[in-house]
């Protein structure tokens, strides 16, 4: 989602969801991996994936991964409503 004409403190929200716990850590680790392997930055995420939402910021990009009743409760879509959708899967 871009965000960047709405805010100063990022340009993009990331924003996705695994169905369990263990989905959520495999997603977050993933992630975690592919940007040390790529760009050599250690990436801290905040969060337990007990907790259902993790969050990473790499300052221009923030990725959030929920689990689908965090999600549905934090409405971060609904929320930056006025953002830029560029990619949506399912």
């Known amino acids: 989602m871009d965000i960047q004409e709405l805010t100063t403190f990022t340009d993009f929200f990331i924003i ?21 392997s790529e760009y050599g930055y250690f990436l801290t995420i905040e969060g337990e994936s007990r907790d259902g939402w993790m969050v990473a910021d790499l300052e221009d990009i923030v990725i ?21 959708v560029i990619l949506n899967l399912q």
């Not at 695994?18 to 592919?34: C, H, I, P, Y």
């Not at 965090?70 to 409405?75: H, I």
Request: net charge positive; aromatic share 14%.
């Open 16 to 36: 996705c969801n695994g169905t369990s716990d263990r989905m959520l850590q495999a997603l977050a680790t993933g992630v975690r991996e592919f940007i040390k």
């Open 64 to 84: 959030h991964f929920f689990s689908p009743e965090q999600r549905n409760y934090y409405k971060l879509e609904h929320l930056w409503a006025k953002g830029k």
